[in-house]
C-alpha cells in the first residue's frame, strides 16, 4: 500500500534510467539531488550532480486468485499435492518463472484423467507467489488442522525450464531454512528427494542439491510441517565451471538471464530440462497417487 516509488534520473541518459523503491511511502513527488547512483555490477545509474524526481504513486488493492483442482481417489484422508505458481513479475510475460512449471503441471493433470488413483490428488496454480508468496500462504493458514492432516506432502515446481539450466531438487537433507525460526524441514520430506533423484538416475540425468531457501510456495507447508519436495533450475545464480563440465551450457551466465526480465518470453526456455522435468513431475504425482508410504511412513 503506497509502497513503490519510481526513481527517474534526469541526467540526460536515453533512454531515461529508473529504478524502484519498495517501502511504506507517502503518495508525493520530490526532486533531488543526485549524489552518486550505480547499481551493484558497476553500471552507473545517474551522474552525480544531476536530479532525481521520487515519486510515489497512490497505493492500489488487487484481488488476485488461486486455482485448485482435486481428483478423489479411494483415500479422501490422503491428499497429494502439487503446486507452481501462475503469477509472473510486471517486467515479463515469466514464461521459465513460472509458465514453465505452471505447464508442466497442467499436462500432468490433464493426464491423470486416465488414471483411477488411490489417492486424492491435488492441483494448485498459485497467485501472487511474486508479490510474496501471497497465495501458498493464505491458502495453508486458511486451512484447519484436521484439513493440513490430510495433506500427506507437498511438491513445488517453480523454474524448472531454465536456459542455462542445472538439474537441482530441493534438499531436505542440510538446508537449514527458515534458519531464523529454526524450524526443521519435516519428517519424510527426505524421501521425496530420494525418488526425485532415483529418477534422474533412471534416466541418466546428474543431478544437485538446491537449498530450502524460503523463496518459493513450499515455505507455508514446510512451515505448517507438511512434509515437501521441488525442483529448480536455477534463476539469478550464475553457472560455474563445473557446473557447464556436467550440464554444458555457459559458465560465468546465469542459470536465467532474463530472469524477472522482459526478456522471459517463450525463448527463453530449455526444451531438453523442461522435457525430461515434465516427466519427472508427472512420474512424482503418479507414483505418490498410488502410494505415499515412503514419505509417511
Ligand atoms: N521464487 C523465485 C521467483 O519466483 C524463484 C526461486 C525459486 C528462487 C526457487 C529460488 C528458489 O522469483
Ligand atoms: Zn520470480
Ligand atoms: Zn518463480
Ligand atoms: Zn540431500
Redesign the pocket.
Known amino acids: 500500500a503506497g509502497a513503490e516509488a519510481v526513481v527517474i534520473f534526469n541526467d540526460g541518459a536515453s533512454p531515461a534510467r529508473e529504478g524502484l523503491i519498495v517501502g511504506t511511502l507517502v503518495p508525493s513527488v520530490v526532486t533531488i539531488p543526485v549524489v552518486g547512483a550505480s547499481f551493484a555490477d558497476g553500471v552507473t545509474l545517474a551522474q552525480p550532480g544531476s536530479t532525481g524526481q521520487v515519486r510515489v504513486l497512490p497505493s492500489e488493492t488487487r484481488t488476485d486468485y488461486n486455482v485448485i483442482a482435486e481428483k478423489r481417489g479411494t483415500y479422501r484422508d490422503n491428499v497429494v499435492m502439487s503446486g507452481a ?1 501462475l503469477d509472473s ?1 510486471g517486467a515479463g510475460p515469466g514464461i521459465n ?2 509458465g514453465s512449471g505452471s505447464a508442466a503441471l497442467l499436462e500432468t493433470a490433464l493426464q491423470m484423467a486416465k488414471v483411477k488413483p488411490v489417492n486424492t490428488v491435488r492441483y494448485a496454480w498459485w497467485g501472487a ?2 508479490s510474496g ?1 501471497l497465495g501458498s500462504t493464505a491458502y495453508v493458514q486458511g486451512l484447519s488442522q484436521a484439513e493440513k492432516d490430510r495433506i500427506a506432502l507437498y511438491l ?1 515446481y ?2 524448472v525450464g531454465s536456459p542455462n539450466y542445472v538439474l537441482t531438487i530441493y534438499d531436505a537433507d542440510t538446508s537449514t531454512f527458515p534458519a531464523p525460526a529454526g524450524v526443521p524441514i519435516p519428517e519424510g520430506s527426505a524421501a521425496i528427494e530420494a525418488l526425485y533423484e532415483g529418477f534422474y538416475t533412471s534416466v541418466g540425468q546428474p543431478y544437485d542439491d ?2 530450502y ?1 524460503g ?3 513450499y515455505q507455508a507447508f514446510i512451515l505448517a510441517g507438511i512434509p515437501s519436495g ?1 525442483l ?1 533450475t536455477g ?2 545464480g550464475v553457472k560455474t565451471a563445473a557446473q557447464q563440465a556436467v550440464w554444458g551450457g555457459t559458465a560465468g551466465a546465469q542459470y536465467d538471464p532474463c ?2 526480465l522482459a526478456c522471459d518470453t517463450y525463448a527463453n526456455n530449455n526444451n531438453a530440462a523442461l522435457d525430461v522435468n515434465s516427466d519427472l513431475i508427472a512420474y512424482a504425482a503418479l507414483t505418490y497417487a498410488y502410494s505415499t508410504e515412503p514419505v509417511n511412513g
Open positions: 505458481h513479475v518463472d513460472n507467489e511474486e508468496l513445488n517453480d523454474m538446491a537449498q531457501s523463496r518459493s510456495d521441488g529448480f534463476a539469478e530472469y524477472h
